[in-house]
């Protein structure tokens, strides 16, 4: 069994180039099924995947999380098959209750000043924080690719940084205060800040390490509350925030989507979803007849 989920890893990794957070769900979904099975995994039935589908939803757990689960499994059933280590996929005809699909929280106009003007720029970790902070707002980023910027990646003379994904790279313009920011921070702080003059990542740690998702997010965590902001701040807020304040000025759904790095159009016409929302909400308030 830990064959078959290693050889599954190694194929999301290598053939299908899924995201390290897309390989760790799918790879701890199968393994919780796995050890909730009382039979082989090849010997699974459909019988079986759908009691655990309604042992999770007794259990507490959420629709998304169930539905994730499922997909999970679909995927693995469909390697299994495909490389010959079963005849068949017990994973036919089995639905789930998605749940209600929340639209993402975004940030206002002034509560993205508020939260940009936090850092203090006295000491290396408030340039560092600054340029971090600029740099999410100014290109919607998503957490992982920002901590995998390399210091190469950054072309002050274009004016533009470059993010790879899993699937493609993007070069993506920076407005001139996240320009100034970085580059404060690259010319002046980086180097004293690195443990060895060898590292490449562009964001470094207090310990002269590549910057982790975990430290990313304790900073932003630190800064919404230094900033009073009572919405609940994560890394993709600023990505959502992003994508609706560019649409609100007149950005196309083509051009975000390149700027997103989205393979798929649906994802990027959620954000009109919202606007369209906002307008309804403006209109129902502010409309004498309304």
């Known amino acids: 069994m830990l064959d078959l ?4 890893e190694n194929y ?11 390989i760790g769900s799918y790879i701890r979904d199968i393994r919780q099924f796995s050890e909730w099975l009382d039979v082989d995994v090849l010997d699974a039935s459909q ?5 655990y589908l309604h042992y999770m939803e007794q259990d507490g757990r959420s629709a998304a999380t169930v539905s994730r689960t499922l997909a999970s499994l679909k995927n693995f059933y469909a390697y299994l098959v495909s490389s010959g280590f079963c005849e068949k996929t017990p994973v036919t005809d089995i639905h789930v209750s998605r749940g209600e699909k929340k639209l993402p929280q975004i940030l206002t106009g002034r509560e993205i000043e508020l939260l940009l003007s936090q850092p203090i ?12 902070l600029e740099v999410m707002y100014a290109t919607g980023m998503r957490v992982s690719e920002l901590i995998n910027l390399d210091i190469d990646d950054f072309n002050l003379e274009q004016g533009v940084i470059k993010c790879a994904s899993a699937k493609k790279t ?8 996240a320009l100034r920011a970085l580059h404060m921070y690259v010319r002046d702080v980086r180097e004293s800040m690195l443990a060895d003059v060898s590292e490449r990542a562009l964001f470094v740690n207090i ?29 993709h807020t600023l990505r959502h925030s992003f994508a609706v304040h560019l649409l609100e000025n007149g950005a196309d759904l083509d051009s975000l989507q390149e700027l997103m790095g989205h393979c798929d159009i649906s ?7 919202m606007i369209n929302n906002k307008l309804k909400s403006v209109y129902e308030k502010c409309h004498p007849k309304a």
């Open 121 to 132: 720029c006295v000491d290396a970790k408030g340039f560092r924080d600054k340029a971090m």
């Open 12 to 22: 999301l990794a290598k053939v299908k180039q899924a995201s390290a957070n897309t």
């Open 207 to 235: 310990n002269g390490s590549r910057m982790s998702r975990q430290g990313f997010w304790k900073i932003l965590k630190h800064y919404q509350e230094s900033a009073h902001i009572e919405k609940e701040i994560t890394p």
């Open 267 to 273: 994802s990027t016409q959620v954000y009109t979803q």
């Open 5 to 8: 989920i290693k050889a599954y």
């Open 170 to 177: 993007r070069s993506i313009p920076l407005y001139p205060a």
């Open 47 to 51: 019988q079986n995947i759908s009691v």
